[in-house]
């Protein structure tokens, strides 16, 4: 059966053994092994400078690891996947993302430019109005269909960012990669960013958050990798791994835990 080995698993989403990424003669990130399978959810989290952007630039493609014989990143088992592939499969939001909307368009126009990977209308190509109307459908998904009309440069921050997630989504990838989404966002901006997380998990999509806070990590995320020196530091349940003890070891700070309703949350312990 196809996505399946012999032995009647099921191949996973992404498969790393044995990568290192190395700049300036030093290594910034080794992965012994990782695996994701799809639909799986998983939350990275770890201190400034750990390694977890270089991370996700593995599975997106976007840096290489070290040459081995054996290719140390497979995409649906293929060690030599398509860019075309791999690119077609993921959406990538981020954080730093919106500041490069520098264009006065209305969003819908940036939506429909996630069909063509521009952050606007690319020249010489002809909008459908069936590209359109996957656009007004992403952002209704989203549930801000009031902003299509709207210059995206006028839009709050937390509103930009979700015309953002429907850029990548009228493209209906599995996989959903969130870098630090909610950085920069007032209360209201980070409810929707995570309920919009959830809306999407509950559809079958792999969500892959990268964060520095457990109160991102929505109650779909069940599986919790830490990052810290360059290497993978723990993975794990989330409850095993969103506790004070592992929190405070990750950032070198006592930390403190708490969980209400599947949500977490993190503070100081000061005069510890
Ligand atoms: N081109 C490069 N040359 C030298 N060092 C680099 C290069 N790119 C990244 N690094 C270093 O690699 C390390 C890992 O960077 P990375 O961006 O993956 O960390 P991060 O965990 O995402 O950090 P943050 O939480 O601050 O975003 C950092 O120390 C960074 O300075």
Redesign the pocket.
């Known amino acids: 059966m196809q996505g399946e080995n012999n032995a009647g698993e099921k191949t996973p989403l992404f498969a790393i053994h044995d990568a290192s990424?190395v700049?300036?003669s030093?290594t910034?990130?080794h992965v012994d092994d990782f695996t994701l399978h799809e639909g799986e959810h998983v939350a990275?989290l770890?201190?400034?400078?750990?390694?977890?952007?270089?991370?996700?630039?593995l599975l997106t493609r976007e840096?290489f690891p070290l040459y081995r014989d054996e290719p140390p990143v497979r995409f649906r088992g293929n060690p030599r996947p398509q860019l075309t592939d791999v690119r077609r499969a993921l959406g990538v939001v981020s954080s730093t993302m919106h500041e490069q909307i520098r264009v006065h368009l209305p969003s819908v126009d940036i939506v429909v430019g996630g069909l063509f990977g521009t952050l606007g209308l690319p020249k010489q190509v002809e909008v459908t109005e069936r590209d359109r109307q996957l656009a007004l459908d992403a952002l209704d998904r989203l549930g801000i269909p009031e902003v299509a009309e709207r210059d995206v440069m006028t839009l709050s921050t937390g509103q930009a960012r979700r015309v953002l997630v429907a850029r990548e989504l009228i493209r209906d990838p599995q996989v959903l990669v969130f870098?630090?989404p909610c950085t920069g966002l007032d209360p209201e901006g980070m409810y929707h960013v995570r309920e919009t997380m959830s809306t999407l998990a509950a559809e079958g999509r792999s969500i892959i958050l990268?964060t520095?806070y457990p109160e991102d990590i929505i109650p779909a995320i069940g599986r919790v990798m830490l990052?810290k020196n360059?290497a993978i530091f723990a993975d794990g349940p989330k409850e095993q791994i969103l506790c004070d003890e592992v929190l405070s070891n990750l950032f070198d700070v006592p930390l403190v835990v708490d969980e209400h309703d599947g949500w977490y949350s993190m503070r100081g312990q000061y005069g510890a």
């Not at 400078?49 to 630039?57: E, N, P, Y």
């Open positions: 990424v700049r300036a030093k910034i990130l990275l770890g201190p400034n400078g750990a390694g977890k952007s270089t991370f996700i630039q840096v870098d630090e990268v520095h990052i360059a």
